[in-house]
């Protein structure tokens, strides 16, 4: 009787955990046998495999992106608005418990700030070979990646043979960090890379989302001179609005041919919802703490602020929400022109 040979892995470094909807996660993680690398999916019940053989890696290309600094920057600017809140509960209100809380949670945010920071950059990795492209989820930050491809290099090389400078890519324009099939040389490897396969976006969404936020900046100035409950129920639910807007622009203009400048404009967008939602919030259940007698108000919606602080606020968010108003039709027009004069030409 013959014995069957078993492998024996290894677990190389990165994971990927991510979260579907409001229960379901699932992990990735890559193992390293003697002659392969197996990728498992898992989930709260269920495992699946990968098995990718060093024999036929062709490549493995890392891409950086910008993910970790947009994260960076959304904690910096809400860690920033729990910290004024704070303060400004502490120093003006007298209410050191309030003042202490949102300090807490200010240094919460800074530290996910700091280990976000020190985890590095962040990137994407493909693995190729001569049928097929994988993502490997698990490799999501630059130094990571590095490490494994610096220990799958020869691995690969080993399974493969040596590789020459020319297989390696060399003067390539495409950083490739491996490329170990002798058989793959520069001009395939870079047919093998999937194609960007871009849509065209109307932005019809975006309009709809620019113009909302216009609506909630000026309502925002107006806050100034005048409140009352039909017109804060009516802010409420266009602020509402415009959330659902940005999330679902965000994802519409994914792998579109909208402008890298009108994307980066949504994503601001929606960091200055959650931030002036966030600090609205936050001054406003201080400011009731400050003010018992307007606990007596049937809705909330009734409560009037005032003070110099919440009509600073009012200014600032209104002329944020109005720029990024106005920045965002000028763009997605420039676009839907230029757009359908290059159709006119075509055609």
């Keep these: 009787m013959t014995s069957k040979k078993t492998s024996t892995y290894r677990r190389l470094p990165g994971r990927a955990r991510k979260r579907f909807g409001l229960l379901e996660f699932y992990w990735n ?27 036929d890696i062709q490549a493995i290309a890392i891409s950086r992106t910008t993910s970790g600094r947009t994260a960076n920057v959304i904690l910096a600017c809400v860690a920033a608005g729990f910290g004024l809140a704070g303060l400004m509960a502490a120093v003006w209100w007298k209410s050191t418990p309030a003042g202490v809380l949102l300090g807490v949670w200010a240094g919460i945010l800074l ?20 049928v097929h492209v994988e993502h490997l989820t698990s490799l999501g930050r630059l130094r990571t990646a590095r490490k494994v491809v610096g220990m799958l290099k020869p691995l690969i090389e080993a399974a493969q043979g040596k590789l020459t400078p020319e297989d390696l890519g060399a003067g390539s324009e495409d950083w490739v960090d491996v490329q170990a099939s002798v058989h793959a040389l520069p001009d395939q490897f870079v047919s093998s890379e999937p194609k960007q396969e871009w849509r065209h976006e109307h932005g019809r969404l975006h309009l709809a989302l620019f113009v909302s936020l216009f609506i909630l900046g000026l309502s925002a100035l107006s806050d100034v ?17 415009s959330m659902v807007l940005a999330v679902i622009a965000l994802r519409k203009q994914n792998r579109s041919d909208l402008p890298l400048a009108l994307r980066r404009i949504t994503w601001a967008v929606l960091a200055v919802l959650i931030g002036g939602y966030l600090f609205g919030s936050i001054y406003g259940a201080v400011y009731v703490m400050s003010h018992p007698e307007l606990v007596s108000q049937s809705i909330p919606q009734e409560i009037r602020l005032r003070g110099s602080v919440f009509e600073s606020y009012c200014i600032v968010i209104g002329v944020l929400h109005s720029a990024l108003a106005i920045s965002g039709i000028a763009l997605l027009n420039k676009f839907r022109t230029k757009y359908a004069a290059s159709q006119t030409s075509s055609s």
Aim: hydrophobic share 45%; aromatic share 14%.
């Design 29 to 55: 993680r890559l193992w390293l046998a003697d002659d392969h690398i197996l990728q498992v999916h898992m989930t709260a019940y269920s495992e699946s495999y990968k098995r990718f053989y060093l024999k």
């Design 111 to 130: 530290l996910a700030l700091l280990l976000n920071s020190l985890f590095g950059p962040t990137c994407v990795c493909r693995l190729h070979t001569a």
């Design 225 to 241: 001179y005048y409140q009352n409950a039909l017109k804060n129920m009516a802010d409420m639910a266009c602020f509402v609005a």
